[in-house]
């Protein structure tokens, strides 16, 4: 009942999950935590869905996240415009953070209030705050081929950045 009640209750869980299907009989707390406790399908969604779908599912779900993330960051490093460039690189940094936060804390691993798993989690506020991150995201990616800079994106040759004399000059020019 105290500090790492949680945790132990979500290991616990994990521990009688299957690759597909749902998971062997748990206890009667564990089973409340499952059926009836609210918190459990939406801040930990991710070992709900572990319990009641399999191991395969759960990491089906995460390599989806992860190509998503991977196909994105590919697609904001290829932008023409930097502000475009800038704009996706920080929405992607935003969704990875969020996925590896959410991750260790579903897994008991490291116990943190969690945050919402973009685009999966319940909560209305989280939901709204991604999908417009993502409506934002996307209007980057349509028009990144329309608009260029005269300056070249941040990857390439150019002098956007530099370190000089143990200054850091930013140029936007």
């Not at 009641?52 to 998503?68: E, I, M, P, T």
């Not at 590919?74 to 932008?79: E, T, V």
Request: aromatic share 12%; net charge positive.
């Amino acid at each position: 009942m105290g500090s790492g009640y949680l945790s132990t209750q979500l290991k616990t869980i994990l521990s009688h999950c299957v690759l597909l299907g749902e998971g062997a009989a748990l206890s009667e707390t564990q089973a409340y935590l499952l059926t009836d406790a609210s918190m459990l399908r939406s801040d930990y969604l991710l070992a709900y869905l572990t319990y009641h779908y399999g191991w395969a599912v759960s990491g089906g779900l995460v390599l989806l996240l992860a190509v998503f993330l991977g196909l994105g960051f590919r697609k904001a490093l290829k932008q023409k415009s930097i502000f475009g460039q800038m704009v996706s690189l920080t929405i992607l940094c935003t969704f990875t953070a969020e996925i590896l936060l959410y991750i260790p804390a579903n897994l008991g691993i490291w116990l943190i209030a969690p945050i919402a798993l973009p685009f999966l989690s319940y909560g209305a506020t989280a939901l709204h705050i991604n999908m417009a991150l993502a409506g934002v995201l996307l209007s980057v990616f349509r028009t990144g081929e329309v608009y260029r800079d005269t300056q070249a994106p941040l990857l390439s040759e150019s002098k956007f950045i530099q370190w000089n004399d143990g200054k850091l000059t930013i140029s936007f020019k």
